[in-house]
């Protein structure tokens, strides 16, 4: 069982990561009008952000490793810093594909809901989501082996 935490503002892309982030101005005949889409934000696709857990199930970047390869990744070692590189470039891309005023709302929503429990004297309304056995498959079919890929494709190894 993995008992990592993780803290939103520091779970970011890594520095060597080189897949492309779209940036709204990148895309053409939008199927919103201009003035429904919110302000740009810099760190779109490159960080997490507060309540994305809440609403995408995460499972840390080792705990993946883990499952798709049975051992932990050894630090210096090309294939498994690529691997670790494609499993958080899936996670951010995972919270980000909503808003992030959608995730800021939902959070909102949870601790109003929280709240009111807890001036119900109930402990935790939720059930514990965590930690997830090591075996946890829902890494292995979200793109991640194709992401590995296109890095291997296109040359942008690490």
Known sequence: MCFNGWHAGCYRQFSK???PV???KDLDDLLVDDDKLE????NRFQEARDGDHLMVT??????VFWDLRDQKPIPGVLLDEMMMLCIRRVILDSFWARERSTVAANRR???????IHTNLGERNPYKTRGPWDVSDD???FSGGNRNGYEVFRQGNVC
């Open 109 to 115: 929503e949870g601790s109003k809901y929280l709240d």
């Open 138 to 140: 829902s890494f292995r």
């Open 22 to 24: 779209l940036a709204i």
């Open 17 to 19: 990561d080189k897949f």
């Open 58 to 63: 995460f499972v840390c970047d080792e705990c």
């Open 39 to 42: 302000v740009e934000d810099l």
